[in-house]
């Protein structure tokens, strides 16, 4: 087509066409821009793994991330470090220590151990407890990048410290770690089912950002894109922050929660109102963490990835009251996609006076070979802030915890309490007395896959990996069901039955009487409700 013709075509459109065509080749051209153009060569294993930009822009670390994990029973510990061992010799790329002189990853081939510590009594329980917090807590030039530590109490019950360089791995990751670390033990997944995070994945990505990061056009969409409210060298930690937190039973879920909705979008609809009202004279109320916004080729990586979204002030009052969490992620996806290596540096390189909120789920099959029960779960140290406030959503099968943690130099505890409060008035409100009919189960399960994929239009034909579902994705499934449904499906029907229509089917043909489902007309291309 010449340039005349295409002029030509260009010309007979509407205002309203020509700015859908023009968005169209906008979107093209930057996902051409964030496609790798090469790749580097591997790592040796005695070098060190190039600092990403968004580590080379956070302050110097203080202390470890700490994520303490309560076990109702005692595991058999040798195997729990077995376990671990090899999981760290499977990732290459998180199986590193710090260089004493310049605080660098290196790689180390020293085995990972599990220290196993019996308690006397409930009182040297507790002493042990806060002797390995703090030492493991402590940032030591030369260390192992991942430690961990098993407490065995007198009632029969084990806590696991997991610690990691606050650069190696972010939240999200290191609750994925330990995820893959006790589903390892219970014999939910193998080694083959798992995505490495070597030495060369890490590189590539190193390689990837700088790419992005330099690319002409990317940044000058940034430009476009910046959030003009973004703050500018804000105050960093210089103490320990403070910790408080708020736990959430099945009692209270049960009672509050709306019937048909999903937990996650009740619980980020009342941190929204929460944040949106007090932070009100702020631009930016608050950030939410958001790994979908990783590159695909990275999306099953283990790392560092500061990725958030701002969540602002709306245009108008109508948006602010009408827009669902679900639709305000969309939207926020939808417009930072292409520049998250931006957005991300920046956070890193200047902090923010907006809390930063965080959303994890952890849940263990208890059909497993060797099921653990976990019965609390804590994020006892951030390991690195960059923001007064961040405040740490952790959603399992019966109950969430909040963790809140806090520079006590910049806001009081009792801001934090009444913050707290908030937060438990808005899911307290009582159930919306809506006459509607209950959800069908195709709807309940639309509502689940709109959550866990974070798009709008979903038709119920469509494939669940057609739509962006991966691997990962299909184990939060299982318990996204698990959690609202009742229903414990095992994985191999989700990756079979691909779309809502043939899994409704099959619910509905397993466990219809149950849950109380009717059968529907199936078509004649559908299948039959067995596998």
């Known amino acids: 087509m010449t340039s005349l013709n295409a002029q030509s075509l260009v010309g007979d459109l509407s205002p309203e066409q020509r700015q859908a065509l023009f968005d169209k080749l906008r979107q093209r051209k930057l996902a051409q821009a964030r496609t790798p ?82 308690a006397r009594d409930e009182a040297d329980f507790q002493q042990c407890r806060t002797h390995w917090l703090g030492t493991l807590g402590k940032l030591t030039p030369g260390a192992a990048c991942i430690q961990a530590v098993a407490l065995v109490s007198t009632h029969s019950t084990t806590t696991l410290l997991l610690a990691s360089h606050p650069l190696l791995l972010d939240h999200y990751s290191l609750l994925g770690l330990a995820h893959q670390w006790l589903a390892l033990y219970s ?58 937190t708020l736990e959430l039973g099945g009692a209270f879920l049960e009672a509050h929660l709306p019937a048909g909705e999903s937990r ?70 939808t417009r930072y996609v292409p520049v998250s290596e931006q957005l991300c540096l920046e956070l890193c390189r200047n902090g923010t006076t ?54 006590p130099e910049l806001i009081s505890a009792d801001q934090v309490q009444y913050l707290l409060r908030a937060l438990h008035q808005q899911l307290q409100q009582a159930r919306d007395a809506s006459t509607d009919a209950p959800p069908t189960l195709q709807q309940r399960l639309r509502r689940i896959w709109q959550d866990l994929l974070q798009k709008s239009d979903i038709d119920d034909e469509q494939s669940f990996f057609e739509l962006g579902g991966h691997s990962l994705q299909v184990t939060e499934l299982k318990f996204r069901i698990k959690q609202q449904l009742k229903l414990d499906i095992p994985i191999s029907v989700l990756y079979e039955l691909t779309t809502i229509n043939k899994l409704a089917h099959f619910i509905v043909a397993t466990h219809g009487s149950a849950l109380g489902f009717a059968a529907t007309a199936a078509s004649d291309d559908d299948e039959e409700g067995t596998l």
């Open 37 to 118: 153009v090469d790749v580097p060569a591997p790592v040796p294993h005695s070098h060190t793994l190039p600092w990403l930009p968004t580590q080379q822009a956070c302050p110097r670390p203080q202390a470890n991330r700490v994520l303490e994990i309560t076990l109702a029973q005692t595991p058999d510990l040798g195997r729990l470090a077995d376990s671990l061992r090899q999981l760290l010799q499977f990732h290459t790329g998180l199986n590193l220590q710090t260089d004493a002189e310049s605080g660098a990853f290196l790689p180390t081939r020293h085995n990972v151990g599990l220290p196993i510590v019996q």
């Open 187 to 244: 014999g939910i997944l193998t080694l083959d089912g798992l995505n490495a995070t070597g030495l060369e994945e890490q590189n590539r990505f190193a390689h990837w950002t700088s790419q992005v990061l330099e690319h002409k056009f990317l940044n000058q969409e940034w430009v476009r894109l910046k959030p003009r409210s973004m703050a500018t060298n804000v105050p960093r930690q210089s103490v320990t922050p403070a910790h408080a």
């Open 264 to 333: 996650k979008g009740w619980l980020l609809d009342a941190v929204h109102r929460c944040l949106s009202q007090t932070l009100a004279h702020q631009d930016i109320h608050y950030w939410l963490e958001a790994p979908q916004l990783r590159a695909d080729a990275f999306e099953a990586q283990l790392g560092f990835f500061p990725y958030y979204l701002p969540v602002t002030r709306p245009l108008n009052e109508q948006d602010a009251e009408s827009l669902s969490a679900q639709t305000r992620l969309q939207r926020l996806q």
């Open 354 to 407: 907006a809390p930063l909120v965080h959303y994890h789920w952890f849940d263990l099959d208890e059909q497993a070979p060797n099921p653990l029960q976990v019965s609390d779960l804590q994020l006892q140290h951030p390991g690195l802030m960059l923001a007064p406030v961040e405040i740490h959503l952790i959603e399992r099968l019966n109950s969430v915890t909040l963790n809140v943690h806090y520079q």
